[in-house]
């Protein structure tokens, strides 16, 4: 029998910019996403909740939802989740809203 090999990812592809695009256009005005932002690396348990945006594309997030940016989600509430002792891995939880 042969297997067919799998090439190994170390990172796995950036698929949040494309959760949020995709929740800009779908999401009703008020509508909630809540998700996960995964945070790896030796600097991981103190970065900001704008630096993890940023380290993921996101900076058009950091700018106010006003008539004239593209923006029309807003952070409602962003929480730090540390899962190990090392400060090596952890995620945060953000939630965000559709204002227009």
């Known amino acids: 029998?042969?297997?067919?090999?799998?090439?190994?990812?170390?990172?796995?592809?950036?698929?949040?910019?494309?959760?949020?695009?995709?929740?800009?256009?779908?999401?009703?005005?008020?509508?909630?996403?809540?998700?996960?932002?995964?945070?790896r690396g030796e600097d991981a348990a103190s970065l900001t909740l704008n630096q993890v945006l940023h380290n993921h594309q996101c900076d058009w997030l950091l700018e106010d939802a006003n008539d004239e940016s593209e923006n029309n989600l807003e952070i409602v509430h962003g929480r730090l989740q540390r899962f190990s002792k090392t400060k090596t891995f952890c995620r945060w939880l953000v939630c965000m809203k559709r204002t227009r």
């Open 1 to 39: 029998t042969t297997t067919a090999s799998v090439p190994r990812l170390d990172s796995p592809p950036n698929l949040i910019p494309s959760i949020l695009s995709i929740a800009k256009r779908v999401l009703v005005i008020g509508g909630r996403l809540v998700l996960f932002l995964p945070v």
